[in-house]
């Protein structure tokens, strides 16, 4: 009888760098794929226009909030393209739907009524049914400070009452921190 060959088991000396080489191939296609899906939603909020001196608890808009409901409307009332915004939320205020009014007759879009007890729902439903897009949210007092802090997860900048034409500019992005602009139309 034949005493047992030497047998030698070769291993494969690639086979570590073949592994780091798809592992590092997996990780790029799930960063890329993460990259493609991350989205930044922007919330206009903005205030009421002014409201004609009176005693009546729901006033209607002044003249000078009728001028400025209509300068609103001509920044954001085209329908498509860049500068377009993908749904309005107004408070059931008479002041808000009258804010609202001209944009809506001028984009055509129905804009989606609220309470003001619902603020913080309305800032989580815009982020989750307008994920990527533009929306415009008319409120004020303390609606429109839940609605910011819903969205930012901190108190907006305080806005005097010499300020009725603010804009908070809100970028939420999917992945990261909400950024807050304000400005003056």
Do not use: C
């Amino acid at each position: 009888m034949e005493p047992p060959a030497i047998t030698r088991h070769r291993r494969p000396f690639l086979a570590p760098l073949w592994l780091i080489l798809v592992a590092g191939v997996v990780v790029a296609g799930v960063a890329w794929a993460f990259y493609l899906s991350a989205t930044t939603t922007v919330v206009f909020l903005v205030r009421p226009v002014e409201k004609d001196p009176g005693s009546i608890d729901d006033p209607p808009v002044s003249p000078e909030g009728e001028e400025r409901a209509q300068r609103l409307a001509r920044m954001f009332g085209r329908t498509a393209g860049a500068g377009g915004i993908d749904a309005i939320y107004e408070s059931d205020e008479r002041r808000a739907q009258q804010t609202a009014a001209p944009l809506t007759q001028q984009s055509h879009r129905a804009p989606v009524v609220f309470k003001a007890a619902e603020a913080r729902s309305v800032a989580g439903r815009a982020l989750h049914e307008h994920r990527g897009g533009a929306v415009l949210i008319i409120a004020s007092g303390a609606a429109l400070s839940q609605i910011g802090q819903e969205l930012t997860g901190a108190a907006l900048p305080p806005a005097s009452p010499d300020e009725p034409d603010l804009i908070y500019v809100i970028s939420v992005p999917s992945v990261g921190h909400a950024n807050v602009v304000r400005f003056r139309f």
